[in-house]
């Protein structure tokens, strides 16, 4: 089984890059999750999630696909919102994030009222792999920065 880690771990590891990655999730509400279906086929679908006491949560409604997915495979790849380098100005473009790893079954965050209780299933996230994809400061070559719990942090730049 791979080295798995809290979004706490990547924080304490790497506080900048934790920090940009961060920054690009919550740039924009939606994301998108990738799990797979029963047949071992990928399911891509739309999802929220959120940076909370040190993990990364997010939930699938009661009935859902990708919470039956997760329950019977928990491996995931987490995809934050995009956004497009506007021509002319490709050095300016934030890049995007991406995170993957096993979703573990959790409790929902209990409320102080019953009638704002989450309905659904909640998970938290054991990270292998956090990667952001952007470009050079001069826009001329793609840059891959990736961290895993066992490797750290890398970086690789290509044209």
Partial sequence: MP???A???IEQAEPEFADRVRRLFDAG???TIATLRADGSPRI???????????LRFGSMTGARKGADLQRNPRFALHGPTFHAE?????????EAKIAGRAVPTS???TDEPEQQPDGEMFVADITE???TG?????TRLVVESWTPGRGLRRVERD
């Fill in 3 to 5: 080295f798995v880690s």
């Fill in 7 to 9: 979004w706490k771990a």
């Fill in 29 to 31: 509400r939606h994301k």
């Fill in 45 to 55: 679908s739309g999802i929220e999630c959120e940076f909370a006491d040190g993990d």
């Fill in 87 to 95: 021509q002319g100005k490709e050095s300016e473009w934030p890049g």
């Fill in 108 to 110: 929902p965050v209990a």
């Fill in 130 to 132: 956090v990667v952001i």
């Fill in 135 to 139: 470009l050079n400061a001069e826009a």
